[in-house]
């Protein structure tokens, strides 16, 4: 039985559809509606583990938080990771299938893609009163379009009305929504419903002939006037948005207390754990480039080596880039050196790929700043992790030991205790399953330490614990509870907010009435 749904496509890539599927999410809720998100085939590296292990895009889960609903893989059935040159791992309801080339995804995947779509949609119309979809670039590319499972055709499916949202910011925003309807089929078009205009800076006087204009020119509504929202800090969905938003911190350099770099892998994934230290007042966060041997890394308090989706290519990188050795450098002088997944294996002394995952290349030496080593398998780990510390980690007054850590972990490779190494973590539940088995690694001067846990500085007293650690390495006094934020279930305000916002400056009455869904 199908149900009200209402779909979200864009002139463009990041024009924001994620994030007014997340309001509208909200919106639903607050109403009393029971609401799921959808996006049928999501190309991401940031993804999400949900509670029976499978791997999503990480907006889908954002927005199923938003929708007060447990988030599942029929919300996001076919997830793409890019992993080589016009290569991608196909991911379908949650798990690997394999690696594809563009052309063979295309020629050969899309029907069985489609079915597994089609099963998942049918599913959520089964649970829920109104489905958000989410469509994904543009539902106007031409050369695409005949085998595109993730705009009009999933439209068609669910039988959903079509809101196309453009950016205002970037320009051209009047000839990017008639353009695109021009490009669509008469029976396409008839169903947008109207447009949002996202990204607005400015007197909406001065906008509103353009407006005008719009509207009598297609014949459409203009729905909304979305302002370009700042003060919110709800995930990204990708790497397109990272350099914007983290843009703001260089602005504050010299003002904060301590500073964090990240390396900037080409097949960054998960760049989202660093948004809780992005909201310390106290802490500057900063991307560098894995290539830029410009960069003082002496100006950072810390290194972070975060995740990637293709671990061997990006070390080899940073190893005929030389930033490789300044990161030991930094190290061996007593800089602290985080390494999150890909980031931990990087850090330990070898790196094995027998089955050349992700990358043709079979073995390289790590930075050796751990006792660990790595062997790539076939296999992936996708799952919730819950554990506790076992190492202090930090100094006496700040010690870890027995606190508990909450995260996830995607990873072919399996790491390996070497002669001397000081696990981190034990871990007590993996995907709700009791186990107990370790995590992490750190040297013994305690300035170098990795770990698997996706999330990691998500969890406030770990968080808070490594940034007073860094204070007192700095000779500073620690901080007070109060000077940091409560990030842990802080996301329902900053859904409430970003909901508000779209209330004010969105039709939503007109897309109740136009998806026939009463409250």
Request: charged share 20%; with cysteine; proline share 3%.
């Amino acid at each position: 039985m199908k149900i009200p749904a209402i779909m979200l496509q864009g002139t463009s890539s990041d024009v924001g559809k994620s994030i007014l599927a997340t309001a509208l999410c909200r919106i639903f809720k607050q109403d009393q509606f029971a609401v799921t998100p959808f996006k049928s085939q999501n190309m991401a590296l940031n993804s999400y583990i949900t509670a029976d292990g499978g791997e999503i895009g990480r907006a889908q889960a954002v927005q199923a938080f938003a929708a007060e609903v447990t988030p599942t893989v029929d919300m996001n059935p076919i997830l793409l990771k890019p992993s080589r040159e016009m290569m991608a791992e196909v991911i379908v309801h949650g798990k690997t299938v394999e690696n594809m080339s563009a052309k063979a995804y295309r020629n050969h995947f899309i029907d069985q893609a489609l079915q597994s779509i089609n099963l998942s949609l049918q599913r959520l119309q089964n649970q829920y009163d109104v489905i958000v979809i989410e469509g994904a670039g543009s539902p106007a590319e031409i050369n695409l379009k005949d085998r595109d499972i993730a705009n009009m055709k999933i439209a068609e499916l669910a039988d959903a009305k079509v809101v196309l949202v453009a950016d205002i910011d970037r320009g051209g925003v009047f000839a990017s929504i008639v353009g695109t309807l021009e490009l669509l089929s008469q029976q396409e078009r008839d169903r947008i419903i109207g447009f949002i205009i996202n990204k607005f800076r400015g007197d909406i006087e001065l906008l509103q002939p353009g407006l005008t204009w719009l509207e009598e020119r297609t014949g459409k509504k203009v729905l909304g006037v979305v302002p370009y929202i700042t003060n919110l800090k709800i995930e990204a969905e990708d790497s397109l948005a990272l350099t914007k938003t983290y843009q703001s911190s260089q602005q504050k350099f010299k003002q904060c207390t301590v500073r964090v770099g990240v390396i900037q892998f080409s097949k960054i994934s998960n760049f989202t754990d660093f948004d809780c230290l992005q909201l310390e007042a106290m802490i500057d966060l900063q991307f560098i480039q894995s290539t830029d041997l410009e960069t003082n890394f002496l100006d950072f308090d810390a290194i972070i080596l975060p995740g990637t989706k293709n671990t061997m290519d990006d070390l080899y990188q940073l190893q005929i880039s030389g930033i490789d050795r300044k990161i030991i450098q930094y190290a061996n002088d007593g800089g602290l050196v985080i390494g999150i997944c890909g980031g931990y294996q990087i850090l330990g002394k070898h790196l094995y790929n027998p089955h050349s995952n992700d990358s043709e290349i079979e073995y390289l030496e790590g930075l050796g700043l751990i006792p660990v080593e790595t062997r790539f398998e076939k296999t992936k780990i996708t799952q919730q992790v819950v554990g506790e510390f076992v190492d202090s980690l930090f100094s006496d007054t700040h010690n870890c030991l027995g606190k508990t850590v909450k995260g996830f972990e995607i990873h072919t490779g399996r790491t390996e205790y070497l002669e001397n190494a000081i696990p981190l973590i034990k871990i007590r539940l993996r995907s709700n399953t009791p186990t107990d088995s370790l995590d992490g690694c750190r040297n013994q001067m305690g300035n170098v330490f990795g770990s698997y846990f996706h999330g990691i500085f998500d969890n406030d007293i770990f968080r808070r614990m490594w940034i007073n650690y860094m204070m007192i390495r700095k000779g500073q006094k620690p901080l007070d509870q109060s000077d940091f934020i409560k990030y842990e279930g802080s996301h329902d305000y900053q859904f409430d907010q970003l909901a508000n916002i779209v209330r004010e400056n969105v039709n939503i009455e007109t897309i109740y009435q136009q998806i026939s869904l009463y409250k």
